[in-house]
């Protein structure tokens, strides 16, 4: 039996349950996509739900306004995804009738659709033959076929995709993508791959000669680099003082009291912002190429001279209806914040 029937047997047995796998509705299997990207399936689950009952079609995705989009996507991190799907909506109604793309070729043009989603939707909704290749598909397919090129180089890239064109189910192209993908995430997984309960045991080129703890192969990384963010808290009648974060940096789009962004940690801030009185909460955040510590200090004296035509005052009740950061979040849900109005 060859690669492919072996695997769509396999899968035939151990699909996972998902909500979006007996669909093939392309609205629904693009957002899936693009959730699951970034993200764990457990931790992406209730957000994949809660975004479709939100936005049940491209056409209610398109009437929204970004706020409603990123206050859903709220937490999950990546947050131009959210951006990209509502202008995709809004390009699907307004230039191709409501109407979403129906081959691989019309999908690659949505914004925030590379060739990995654009695969995934053709396959699954129109039949097409193309091969989704992620990182669970590079590791499946380089420990398989013993690819000892970095999988992230140009050519370790086209090595695996050619791999994965030759390999492809031409009669259930949708399957076998996501049998590739259920393999990598259960089975073959990055640290301890399952080789003893796996069906490629006695055919997989890594199993052979030992190597699954060192293929997949991978280029350096780019640099992380740190970045110090100070925020400062203008609490003012029993509200605060929150700007929407500009384009051309990481959460756009989202809100955020005051920034004072340092070259390095602060002990104080107090030659930078006049009436800063204390440190209130940290919290650190690891994005792909960036580390960011976050400190946020509490502002209370009558000095308001920073706030600018872009801030607004926000009351404390109303906090929660504004998109924001994962730790913007649990700062206002924290007891230190609260204690702070009456
Ligand atoms: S035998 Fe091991 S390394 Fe090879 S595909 Fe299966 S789980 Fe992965």
């Known amino acids: 039996m060859n690669f492919s029937s072996k695997l769509l047997n396999w899968y035939d047995v151990n699909k996972r349950d998902l909500p979006w796998r007996n669909s093939d509705n392309p609205y629904v299997i693009w957002i899936a996509e693009v959730v699951f990207q970034q993200t764990r399936i457990s931790q992406g689950l209730p957000y994949f739900n809660a975004f479709i009952k939100k936005f049940p079609d491209v056409g209610a995705l398109a009437d929204a306004n970004e706020d409603e989009v990123l206050k859903k996507w709220q937490g999950l991190g990546y947050y131009s995804r959210a951006r990209n799907l509502l202008f995709s909506a809004k390009y699907v109604m307004n230039e191709l009738g409501g109407k979403m793309p129906a081959s691989y070729q019309e999908m690659i043009k949505l914004k925030g659709v590379g060739p ?62 996501q049998a590739l993908m259920d393999m990598g995430s259960g089975v073959c997984t990055p640290k301890s791959p399952d080789c003893l309960n796996c069906i490629f045991v006695n055919s997989c080129w890594a199993k052979q000669h030992d190597k699954q703890g060192v293929l ?48 390095g940690v602060r002990s104080e801030i107090t030659d930078l912002v006049v009436d800063v009185s204390y440190e209130l909460y940290s919290a650190k955040r690891v994005l792909s190429h960036q580390r960011l510590f976050l400190r946020f200090w509490v502002a209370t004296g009558d000095t308001f001279d920073y706030v600018g035509n872009d801030y607004e005052w926000v009351g404390v009740k109303d906090l929660k209806k504004f998109p924001v950061t994962k730790s913007i979040e649990q700062l206002f849900l924290s007891m230190e914040f609260k204690s702070l109005f009456k």
């Open 116 to 177: 990995y989603i654009a695969a995934e939707v053709a396959s699954v909704c129109f039949g097409e033959v193309v091969a989704a290749v992620d990182g669970n598909v590079q590791r499946v397919l380089a420990r398989y076929f013993g690819v000892e090129e970095a999988v992230n180089s140009t050519k370790g890239m086209k090595i695996i995709q050619g791999l994965a064109n030759e390999a492809i189910s031409q009669f259930r192209p949708g399957d076998f993508n």
């Open 216 to 263: 997949p192969l991978k280029e350096k990384k780019v640099k992380v680099r740190n970045r110090y963010f100070n925020y400062v808290l203008k609490i003012v009648n029993n509200g605060v003082y929150l700007r929407k974060r500009p384009a051309g940096d990481v959460w756009q789009g989202l809100f955020e009291p005051r920034l004072i962004e340092t070259i």
